[in-house]
Nanobody
Framework: VQLQACGGGLVQAGGSLRLSCAAS????????AGWFRQAPGKEREFVAA????????YYTDSMKGRFTISRDNAKNAVYLQMNSLKPEDTAVYYC???????????????WGQGTQVTVSS
């Protein structure tokens, strides 16, 4: 599986962005998918995850209600809709796939290259 993330950019606080992660390879729908982010000088942290069937979603508490993860298996894509963005959301955002939705980077087998999100105050 190869992943390609895009959709990042510069946005003012309170604004919105929609990140996309396009996957190539077979059986994409059998994999869970997740979004993580990494700010300068910090470890990669969990943002959201979704099961292969899109039946269940998971979020870190600080992003619940602002971010929405979704997927379209027919298009082999996963999305992250981010609303009410804050300067502290500034980071490189990565998508990953693994067998199960997980809060841990070690549970993801494949990663995209990351897309930069910068939120100005």
């Amino acid at each position: 599986v190869q992943l390609q993330a895009c959709g990042g950019g510069l946005v003012q606080a309170g604004g919105s962005l929609r990140l996309s992660c396009a996957a190539s390879g077979r059986a994409f729908s059998t994999y869970a998918a997740g979004w993580f982010r990494q700010a300068p000088g910090k470890e990669r942290e969990f943002v959201a995850a979704i099961t292969g069937s899109a039946g269940r979603t998971y979020y870190t508490d600080s992003m619940k209600g602002r971010f929405t993860i979704s997927r379209d298996n027919a298009k082999n894509a996963v999305y992250l809709q981010m609303n009410s963005l804050k300067p502290e959301d500034t980071a490189v955002y990565y998508c990953g796939t693994g067998w199960l939705p997980s809060y841990y980077t070690s549970d993801y087998d494949y990663w995209g290259q990351g897309t930069q999100v910068t939120v100005s105050s």
